[in-house]
């Protein structure tokens, strides 16, 4: 069986509370975090690192065009995909709700809440800037990658037609998340701004795109690269982006939300609301497995887990991760504040 890890796929399970030395004489208890290696915190050189990364990031923001950011932005919200992509949310959100009222995985969540809000807002507000930040970020790559190695460009998908384009844009879209999210899960420094995602215990829709920025930005580096080189035409076609992504948003759009269903034999080839909450688990038995977005590489991969008929508790299990406890605006909004800094406040741990 094909594996993408060096030392196996198998899983590597840990206890539910681990406690490390931090070097000083004190001990740090990491408790319930659903990753590939144990964590600890990380020495000074590390914190550097991050440091030296973030200065790497703003220097590719100076070297482009000052307002490309801003511009990039504007260009994104007053876009027809983002036009249709808010219709079809209008659409798929009350069949969300109605449908987590037939058939709930937990019973005893509430459709409503200040987490939920919370995440409603990083996913409608936050998201939509990072991603067009993401855009700019990528602007220098493209231009060093076509510098140094334009010739690996594979030009002959220039003149492909819709349909193959749309194609071979999920496939290479799918496989490289599922690449990148096991990395996100493997690497301690990628997890702890993964994390964010993960620390829903509620389980919506709106989890889908609750994702830190750093975290976000680390997929769309890692994915430009074969988008590049495979489809460099991709983004000047953009009825094949319109397709793709109105595709995958009603096929992905159930996969967070609270429903107790596993698609039936659909499971075998694609990732269900089932499956990816057993991803999410708060349960170290099934840490380390279910990284597809899509289709189930995991089954080609041998990190598909086994249960296909559990829905557990979700979350990273530490109980002073800042959830909001009210629908008071600032008290939203710190939380909000509070969950961005997370990441770095457990480098500092």
């Known amino acids: 069986m094909l594996c993408p890890l060096a030392g196996g796929c198998r899983s590597r399970q840990?206890?539910?509370?681990?406690?490390?030395?931090?070097?000083?004489?004190?001990?740090?208890?990491?408790?319930?975090?659903?990753?590939?290696?144990?964590?600890?915190?990380?020495?000074?050189?590390?914190?550097?690192?991050?440091?030296?990364?973030?200065?790497?990031?703003?220097?590719?923001?100076?070297?482009?065009?000052?307002?490309?950011?801003?511009?990039?932005?504007?260009?994104?919200?007053?876009?027809?995909?983002?036009?249709?992509?808010?219709?079809?949310?209008?659409?798929?959100?009350?069949?969300?709700f109605l449908a987590e009222r037939v058939i709930p995985a937990n019973p005893a969540q509430k459709s409503f809440s200040p987490s939920v809000v919370v995440d409603a807002f990083m996913m409608?507000?936050?998201?939509?800037?990072?991603?067009?930040?993401?855009?700019?970020?990528?602007?220098?790559?493209?231009?060093?990658?076509?510098?140094?190695?334009?010739?690996?460009?594979?030009?002959?998908?220039?003149?492909?037609?819709?349909?193959?384009?749309?194609?071979?844009?999920?496939?290479?879209?799918?496989?490289?998340?599922?690449?990148?999210?096991?990395?996100?899960?493997q690497v301690p420094l990628f997890w702890r701004f993964h994390a964010v995602h993960h620390s829903q215990a509620n389980l919506t829709y709106f989890t889908t795109n609750k994702i830190h920025p750093f975290d976000y930005l680390i997929e769309h580096f890692v994915l430009f690269v074969p988008y590049f080189f495979l489809l460099p035409e991709v983004t000047e076609q953009p009825?094949?982006?319109?397709?793709?992504?109105?595709?995958?948003?009603?096929?992905?759009?159930?996969?967070?939300?609270?429903?107790?269903?596993?698609?039936?034999?659909?499971?075998?080839?694609?990732?269900?609301?089932?499956?990816?909450?057993?991803?999410?688990?708060?349960?170290?038995?099934?840490?380390?497995?279910?990284?597809?977005?899509?289709?189930?590489w995991d089954r080609l991969f041998g990190t598909q887990h086994p249960d296909d008929i559990s829905y557990p508790p979700t979350g990273i299990g530490d109980p002073g991760y800042p959830e909001p406890r009210s629908y008071r605006p600032w008290d939203l909004l710190g939380s909000v504040t509070a969950q961005l800094l997370y990441p770095f406040r457990q480098l500092r741990s």
């Open 14 to 96: 840990r206890p539910a509370s681990v406690r490390t030395d931090t070097g000083k004489g004190d001990q740090v208890t990491m408790s319930n975090l659903p990753i590939g290696v144990p964590i600890t915190p990380l020495p000074r050189r590390a914190n550097a690192a991050v440091v030296g990364a973030l200065i790497v990031l703003a220097y590719m923001l100076a070297t482009g065009q000052p307002g490309d950011l801003g511009a990039t932005v504007q260009q994104e919200l007053r876009s027809p995909l983002l036009f249709l992509v808010s219709v079809q949310s209008l659409v798929i959100i009350p069949l969300i």
């Open 124 to 185: 409608m507000i936050l998201f939509p800037a990072t991603h067009g930040l993401a855009i700019v970020a990528t602007r220098p790559l493209g231009h060093w990658l076509g510098a140094h190695a334009g010739f690996l460009v594979l030009d002959a998908t220039r003149s492909w037609p819709l349909w193959p384009s749309v194609i071979l844009g999920i496939l290479i879209g799918d496989l490289g998340a599922y690449v990148v999210h096991l990395i996100k899960h």
């Open 239 to 296: 009825k094949a982006v319109m397709v793709v992504t109105l595709g995958l948003l009603w096929f992905r759009a159930p996969q967070h939300a609270n429903l107790r269903t596993n698609f039936g034999p659909l499971r075998y080839v694609m990732v269900t609301p089932q499956t990816h909450r057993i991803h999410h688990s708060a349960e170290p038995a099934h840490y380390n497995s279910n990284y597809s977005s899509l289709f189930t």
